[in-house]
């Protein structure tokens, strides 16, 4: 049986047994079974600073030269940058529609404690790592990305005999990390059952139900940015089949709709956008490590719905010069939010306090965030592998020209 519809096997199951367990199991399942989700948890985790440090370092060096780097780096960050912004724009269309929020009381959710946002320029100085080795052990993604675009570019200069070593030394290590990803994968299924089945016997429907109205819009407004945005990348910025598109990249949405975390996700996307997609791996080496990191639409489309429905709960009118703050910020934001579980409701409080909406809103949307995380999540991931489509594309005309 194919691994998508495993890992789809158990994605339904935990949900039919979690709905059945409920939260009287929740002893037991805490017990027994979420701990083996956390496993698989931490045996992705494991492989996250061993492959963006490796894939990037080889992606850069791989494109051979600093005008080649150049090119594919502008045209990456600028497609992710606009659809990042397209994104937020879905959420609030969505979100002006449906008026979430309106007639909910604050009080439902109960006290949440969250962690204070990090301005815009906190962001940008959090990039440039003081101590990679240090980014490295604690996990922070961008700093080492950051760091390895140095290495590259360093390898790339040095040039000869010695930077043909260091090319291959990286390239060997990345080998070894997607090998070890293949035997990651093969116990999937048994992850992403132990990871939901807690979530779903724990929140169950009759938690869910009074924030509907917010679920339903974050998943239209996904929905919507992966059928028109998406579509028209494959279809038509990377001539590919939209079956072919979005059936390659099921592994991924599935493992990003369980896990939350894109940087998790990001091995698998890789092997994903090479093996299925037919991808070169120069670009996916370099693009997707990057738009693990700094691509998050799915975030952005939940930032904007959740702008309007904290506004509507407190009653406030958003003018349009605070929801043009709004996708700034947000696009800004998502370049400094970590693909792990539950980064965007921090981003978000960034996002609230640029606009000067009551962070005290953020209560009511953390209580439904893992569900919200799923769907953003699943987004982030789709259009990192869209926009690595298309800029793979545009590098085979580009060398087609050049021959
Ligand atoms: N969990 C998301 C991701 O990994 C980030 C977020 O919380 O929005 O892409």
Same mark, same amino acid.
């Given at each position: 049986?194919?691994?998508?519809?495993?890992?789809?096997?158990?994605?339904?199951?935990?949900?039919?047994?979690?709905?059945?367990?409920?939260?009287?199991?929740?002893?037991?399942?805490?017990?027994?079974? *979420? +701990?083996?989700?956390?496993?698989? @948890?931490?045996?992705?985790?494991?492989?996250?600073?061993?492959?963006?440090?490796?894939?990037?370092?080889?992606?850069?060096?791989?494109?051979? $030269?600093?005008?080649?780097?150049?090119? @594919?780096?502008?045209?990456? %960050?600028?497609?992710?940058?606009?659809? /990042?912004?397209? !994104?937020?724009?879905?959420?609030?269309?969505?979100?002006?529609? #449906?008026? +979430?929020?309106?007639?909910?009381?604050?009080?439902? =959710?109960?006290?949440?404690?969250?962690?204070?946002?990090?301005?815009?320029?906190?962001?940008?100085? =959090?990039?440039?790592? !003081?101590?990679?080795?240090?980014?490295?052990?604690?996990?922070?993604?961008?700093?080492?990305?950051?760091?390895?675009?140095?290495?590259?570019?360093?390898?790339?200069?040095?040039?000869?005999?010695?930077?043909?070593?260091?090319?291959?030394?990286? $390239?060997?290590?990345?080998?070894?990390?997607?090998?070890?990803?293949?035997?990651?994968?093969? #116990?999937? +299924?048994?992850?992403?059952?132990?990871?939901?089945?807690?979530?779903?016997?724990?929140?169950?429907?009759?938690?869910?139900?009074?924030?509907?109205?917010?679920?339903?819009?974050? *998943?239209?407004?996904?929905?919507?940015?992966?059928?028109?945005?998406?579509?028209?990348?494959?279809?038509?910025?990377?001539?590919?089949?939209?079956?072919?598109?979005?059936?390659?990249?099921?592994?991924?949405?599935? %493992?990003?709709?369980? /896990?939350?975390?894109?940087? =998790? /996700?990001?091995?698998?996307?890789?092997?994903?956008?090479?093996?299925?997609?037919?991808?070169?791996?120069?670009? /996916?080496?370099?693009?997707?490590?990057?738009?693990?990191?700094?691509?998050?639409?799915?975030?952005?489309?939940?930032?904007?719905?959740?702008?309007?429905?904290? =506004?509507?709960?407190?009653?406030?009118?958003?003018?349009?010069?605070?929801?043009?703050?709004?996708?700034?910020?947000?696009?800004?934001?998502?370049?400094?939010?970590?693909?792990?579980?539950?980064?965007?409701?921090?981003?978000?409080?960034?996002?609230?306090?640029?606009?000067?909406?009551?962070?005290?809103?953020?209560?009511?949307?953390?209580?439904?965030?893992?569900?919200?995380?799923?769907?953003?999540?699943?987004?982030?991931?789709?259009?990192?592998?869209? #926009?690595?489509?298309?800029?793979?594309?545009?590098?085979?005309?580009?060398?087609?020209? !050049?021959?």
């Amino acid at each position: 049986m194919h691994l998508s519809v495993k890992i789809f096997i158990a994605l339904v199951l935990s949900v039919v047994v979690g709905l059945i367990a409920g939260p009287d199991s929740l002893g037991f399942i805490n017990w027994w079974i *979420a +701990p083996i989700g956390t496993m698989f @948890i931490n045996l992705i985790k494991m492989m996250i600073v061993p492959v963006v440090l490796t894939s990037l370092v080889v992606g850069m060096t791989g494109l051979g $030269d600093i005008h080649k780097l150049g090119r @594919i780096g502008g045209k990456t %960050i600028l497609l992710y940058l606009m659809t /990042t912004a397209v !994104a937020i724009t879905f959420g609030f269309i969505v979100a002006g529609i #449906v008026h +979430p929020g309106v007639g909910l009381d604050l009080a439902q =959710a109960g006290e949440v404690k969250i962690k204070e946002a990090p301005s815009i320029m906190q962001v940008f100085v =959090a990039m440039i790592p !003081a101590n990679p080795v240090s980014s490295m052990a604690k996990g922070d993604i961008l700093p080492v990305i950051i760091f390895a675009l140095f290495v590259g570019v360093g390898i790339i200069k040095v040039g000869g005999e010695r930077a043909k070593l260091l090319t291959k030394f990286f $390239d060997a290590c990345a080998e070894v990390s997607y090998v070890i990803i293949g035997f990651v994968m093969e #116990v999937s +299924p048994i992850g992403v059952f132990c990871l939901l089945l807690p979530v779903v016997a724990k929140n169950g429907p009759a938690v869910l139900l009074p924030l509907l109205s917010v679920i339903i819009c974050v *998943a239209i407004g996904c929905a919507l940015h992966a059928f028109i945005v998406y579509s028209a990348l494959a279809k038509f910025g990377a001539h590919m089949s939209l079956k072919k598109f979005f059936s390659g990249m099921s592994e991924a949405w599935l %493992i990003a709709f369980s /896990t939350c975390s894109s940087s =998790a /996700t990001l091995p698998v996307n890789m092997k994903n956008c090479q093996e299925k997609l037919g991808m070169s791996r120069d670009v /996916t080496s370099f693009v997707l490590p990057l738009g693990a990191t700094i691509n998050m639409d799915g975030t952005a489309i939940y930032q904007g719905v959740c702008a309007l429905f904290i =506004a509507n709960v407190f009653g406030i009118d958003l003018s349009f010069t605070q929801m043009l703050m709004i996708i700034l910020a947000g696009t800004l934001g998502s370049i400094g939010t970590a693909g792990v579980p539950g980064a965007g409701l921090i981003m978000l409080a960034m996002v609230l306090q640029t606009v000067g909406l009551p962070l005290e809103g953020l209560a009511l949307v953390a209580g439904i965030d893992r569900v919200l995380d799923m769907f953003r999540t699943s987004i982030n991931v789709l259009g990192d592998g869209a #926009v690595c489509a298309v800029i793979n594309e545009t590098e085979k005309e580009y060398n087609n020209n !050049a021959a």
